[in-house]
């Protein structure tokens, strides 16, 4: 698990081409959104190598008014970075399949404990921490059931894009 850093100079330090950095207005439940997708160029994204997104990474907003807001990475956007208000959750695919981890995180009552987490006692603002991460459990079922479920969620997606497409005539 790990999240970024904001780039010195902020939204100025944003370029139009360069590496991905992904930002909490791009973790919405569910899918991931592409508008103002930023992008910083290769010194800023060396200092933040620590934070390099990989194929399967499920991002989750860990601060703010998106905390608790969920999505697996687009396989485009491997080799990106992600800012200080997004986390980077890496599971060991050998016993766990991102989509399973991210259906979890998004469903009604995993919201509501992450979103109970981030507003501990005593906190000036929504934040959910790697300590509250790593103390979280989630159920595991046998890796060819997780199979099954993933192959599900891709069919439903397929005739979800397949609906929107008729209906809006592109």
Not at 48 to 55: R, W
Request: net charge neutral.
């Amino acid at each position: 698990m790990g999240s970024g850093a904001t780039p010195r100079g902020g939204k100025t330090a944003y370029k139009a081409e360069g590496v991905p950095l992904v930002r909490s207005m791009n973790v919405h439940n569910g899918r991931f959104v592409w508008k103002d997708l930023a992008c910083i160029d290769d010194e800023q994204a060396a200092k933040l190598e620590g934070v390099t997104l990989m194929k399967g990474d499920v991002l989750l907003n860990i601060t703010g008014a998106s905390v608790a807001r969920s999505c697996l990475l687009p396989d485009e956007l491997a080799g990106g970075r992600v800012n200080q208000h997004v986390s980077i959750v890496r599971v060991d695919q050998k016993r766990m399949l991102p989509v399973l981890l991210n259906t979890v995180l998004i469903s009604d009552s995993y919201q509501r404990l992450l979103l109970n987490g981030s507003r501990a006692a005593g906190a000036t603002r929504e934040a959910i921490t790697k300590e509250d991460l790593k103390r979280m459990t989630v159920p595991l079922p046998p890796l060819e059931l997780q199979q099954e479920f993933a192959d599900f969620v891709a069919q439903v997606d397929k005739s979800q894009f397949i609906i929107h497409q008729d209906l809006h005539g592109f």
